[in-house]
């Protein structure tokens, strides 16, 4: 055991005698200063992630039924867009509703409808019934333009002057005009432009927005606009039945004023030749049938009373 110790004694003192040999030798080691710390490149923040932008509307080609009276077909030329599109439309540009239903617009395929130049059409229609042909004489009529100025009053409508006087064509049969709906000088869309397509029971709308540099290619695009809609079968103008359906309470010029006539109702001449008809529709036609069985009541009740009074006569 004496020897096992003694050799571990000698093994360790081995070990510390030799432990300066794997050293670097004596050197220079520099000032006792402490190592500069290790950098790492500095790494860009995190971006953060992007802000979802609204999808950009898609516009529409083809045949697009709208409502029930009319259908649209678009070339590849233009696009149409939806009911939302267009009354967004209308209200960035501050150009007041068409009445009626709102079925959407229709603008060139190269256009931006978001842009602050671009012009647009806006669709509708105004079942307001079957408008007389015969009341658009009442567009020459010396009082119609301060008619005109008097209901944009009401309406809370800029009107500054027609840049177009109303027209209408009797062979469509259409309306057509254009307004200058802002003071010279002012900033934003001045000039509206309108067709009317007269049908059986009512009357689309093609308002289309813009400026009055822009006028001739408005003017021009709302004849292809026109052509592009149409009426569905048993729809159209001349489709009108003078002994069941209504007439409307609007003038041609009524259609300019968006003023009703009158509230009573109008007798007219069928365009056929047959019967007349009031604003009061179907009930016209059935109008000789009440009147032949009052007549016959009237019969009936008298010779009961004659009958009556000669028993009494006879007791």
Not at 50 to 76: K, M, S, Y
Not at 131 to 141: H, K, M, N, W
Request: aromatic residues 8%; glycine residues 10%; contains cysteine.
């Amino acid at each position: 055991m004496r020897k096992n110790l003694t050799h571990a004694l000698t093994a360790a003192a081995l070990v510390l005698f030799c432990a300066p040999a794997f050293a670097d030798g004596p050197g220079d080691g520099g000032p006792d200063v402490a190592a500069p710390p290790v950098t790492t490149p500095a790494q860009p923040a995190p971006a953060p992630d992007p802000v979802a932008q609204p999808a950009a509307a898609e516009g529409r080609t083809g045949i697009i039924p709208l409502g029930d009276a009319l259908t649209i077909n678009v070339p590849q030329g233009y696009r149409f867009y939806g009911e939302p599109e267009a009354r967004a439309y209308l209200s960035r540009n501050n150009a007041a509703v068409p009445p009626g239903a709102i079925y959407g617009m229709v603008a060139r395929a190269d256009a931006d409808i978001n842009a602050p130049d671009t012009w647009a059409t806006v669709i509708s229609y105004d079942a307001i019934g079957y408008v007389q042909p015969e009341t658009a004489s009442g567009l020459s009529d010396a009082s119609f333009e301060a008619d005109v100025r008097a209901a944009r009053e009401q309406q809370n409508r800029v009107f500054e002057g027609f840049a177009t006087p109303p027209a209408f064509t009797a062979e469509d049969p259409s309306l057509a005009w254009a307004e200058r709906i802002l003071a010279p000088g002012s900033q934003g869309k001045d000039y509206r432009y309108e067709l009317k397509e007269l049908g059986r029971n009512g009357v689309a709308g093609l308002t289309s927005i813009g400026t009055a540099d822009q006028a001739p290619e408005i003017t021009a695009a709302a004849a292809e606009i026109a052509g592009m809609l149409s009426f569905t079968e048993g729809e159209r103008h001349a489709d009108f039945q003078p002994a069941n359906d209504t007439v409307s309470a609007y003038s041609v010029p009524g259609l300019v004023t968006g003023l009703a006539a009158s509230t009573e109702p109008q007798a007219i001449a069928d365009p056929a030749g047959g019967t007349g008809q009031t604003a009061f529709g179907g009930l016209a036609g059935w109008f000789p049938w009440v009147a032949l069985g009052v007549i016959l009541l009237a019969i009936a009740g008298f010779l009961m009373m004659r009958r009556r009074r000669d028993n009494e006569d006879e007791a």
